[in-house]
Nanobody
Framework: QVQLVESGGGLVQAGGSLRLSCAAS????????MNWYRQAPGKQRELVAA???????NYADSVKGRFTISRGNAQTTVFLQMNSLKPEDTAVYYC???????????????WGQGTQVTASS
């Protein structure tokens, strides 16, 4: 079993910054990719940023140039630095990990519990 624990959400004025963290724990072979998704009220969950084990990154067009995803040295943590926040960034942010298990090399998705980010105008 793999657990993802997020932290760092909160309330900030538009133009401000927040840094989200997500730490993975449990028994697994390796984490292939770690991603941040968000879901605003009444909208579908969307991919915000992604990073592979090799360090390749990908961002939603709406956050390019403002958000930066990175992984910790142990490759079991992921961060999302969010700058110049806008009211439309308000959502619950979820950490996602694509994990290769020790059992038969199975690959599974795991999700954190979500953390609220609110940027007020």
């Amino acid at each position: 079993q793999v657990q993802l624990v997020e932290s760092g959400g909160g309330l900030v004025q538009a133009g401000g910054s927040l840094r989200l963290s997500c730490a993975a724990s449990g028994s697994f072979f390796r984490i292939n990719a770690m991603n941040w998704y968000r879901q605003a009220p009444g909208k579908q969950r969307e991919l915000v940023a992604a990073i592979t084990s090799g360090g390749s990154t990908n961002y939603a067009d709406s956050v390019k140039g403002r958000f930066t995803i990175s992984r910790g040295n142990a490759q079991t943590t992921v961060f999302l630095q969010m700058n110049s926040l806008k009211p439309e960034d308000t959502a619950v942010y979820y950490c996602n990990a694509v994990v290769q298990l020790r059992t038969y090399g199975l690959v599974r998705d795991y999700w954190g519990q979500g953390t609220q980010v609110t940027a007020s105008s």
